[in-house]
């Protein structure tokens, strides 16, 4: 690999065929005794590995060097990532190592931005269902800052008494100037952000919401598009 993730003719051909060469040994005879096949295994890898490594840059050899334990151990601890060291981490526990998945996202990146230059490699970018999942969330996303803080909901905090604890609640308010269409957005994009998966499990919970039947006292925000007031509210209002 080199330092453009350009492949090396030599050593992709060099490797398939050390991994073909493990392969037909692991697969010839009779497995007489389990050891000595094993050893037989070892031997063949690491001649194949010698003979990859004699025709291998320094730069190259230095690729398949672990990280330094030490630089690990410090990253893991706050310390300095892996910078432009493209080195995995083999060591124990090396299948959770954020170091590794620091270097991982690194190779992702640099891959995405070559793949963009050489004009997609013929891959379609994302899926159709992440197509339409995205233009659903950035619709969302317009809808919510449309609406300002003002007119996401109408919410009064108070407390509620489980066993011996006070709890902070908020009861929510029903905002009666509203599309209903846009309280039902608001009641999914809500139910999604409750979803582990997005938030993650550290952190502060949310206070608890509960739908109240008392109309809020906040004014409407003003110069909505029509479309987002409720229709029966705003033939009212353009009456007053």
Same mark, same amino acid.
């Given at each position: 690999?080199?330092?453009?993730?350009?492949?090396?003719?030599?050593?992709?051909?060099?490797?398939?065929?050390? $991994?073909?060469?493990?392969?037909?040994?692991?697969?010839?005879? @009779?497995?007489?005794?389990?050891?000595? +096949?094993?050893?037989?295994?070892?031997? =063949?890898?690491?001649?194949?590995?010698?003979?990859?490594?004699?025709?291998?840059?320094?730069?190259?050899?230095?690729?398949w060097k672990s990280a330094k334990m030490e630089e690990v151990a410090a990253f893991e601890n706050g310390g300095e990532g892996p910078g432009d060291t493209y080195k995995l981490n083999f060591n124990k526990e090396w299948e959770r190592s954020q170091w590794n998945q620091k270097v991982? +996202?690194?190779?992702? #990146?640099? $891959?995405?931005?070559? +793949?963009?230059?050489?004009?997609?490699?013929?891959?379609? #970018?994302?899926?159709? @269902?992440?197509?339409? #999942?995205?233009?659903?969330?950035?619709?969302?996303?317009?809808?919510?800052?449309?609406? =300002? +803080?003002?007119?996401?909901? =109408?919410?009064?905090?108070?407390?509620?008494?489980?066993?011996?604890?006070?709890?902070?609640?908020?009861?929510?308010?029903?905002?009666?100037?509203?599309?209903? @269409?846009?309280?039902?957005?608001?009641?999914?994009?809500?139910?999604?952000?409750?979803?582990?998966?997005? /938030?993650?499990?550290?952190?502060?919970?949310?206070?608890?919401?509960?739908?109240?039947?008392? /109309?809020?006292?906040?004014?409407?925000?003003?110069?909505?598009? /029509?479309?987002?007031?409720?229709?029966?509210?705003?033939?009212?209002?353009?009456?007053?």
């Amino acid at each position: 690999m080199t330092s453009k993730l350009e492949p090396n003719v030599q050593t992709v051909e060099t490797l398939t065929a050390a $991994i073909s060469q493990m392969l037909r040994n692991i697969g010839m005879g @009779e497995v007489v005794s389990t050891k000595k +096949c094993k050893k037989s295994t070892q031997n =063949s890898m690491a001649l194949s590995i010698k003979e990859q490594q004699a025709k291998m840059t320094d730069e190259e050899d230095k690729m398949w060097k672990s990280a330094k334990m030490e630089e690990v151990a410090a990253f893991e601890n706050g310390g300095e990532g892996p910078g432009d060291t493209y080195k995995l981490n083999f060591n124990k526990e090396w299948e959770r190592s954020q170091w590794n998945q620091k270097v991982l +996202c690194k190779i992702y #990146d640099k $891959i995405v931005v070559r +793949c963009i230059e050489d004009g997609g490699w013929g891959l379609s #970018d994302v899926s159709e @269902e992440y197509l339409i #999942d995205l233009a659903v969330w950035e619709y969302f996303q317009a809808m919510l800052k449309k609406l =300002s +803080c003002d007119g996401m909901s =109408s919410e009064e905090e108070r407390t509620k008494k489980v066993g011996n604890i006070n709890i902070p609640i908020f009861w929510v308010k029903l905002c009666v100037w509203r599309a209903l @269409e846009i309280s039902d957005y608001l009641k999914y994009i809500d139910s999604t952000a409750e979803n582990e998966a997005i /938030h993650g499990t550290k952190g502060a919970r949310m206070s608890p919401r509960y739908i109240s039947d008392q /109309h809020g006292t906040s004014p409407p925000p003003k110069s909505l598009p /029509h479309k987002m007031y409720n229709l029966t509210w705003l033939e009212n209002e353009e009456k007053i």
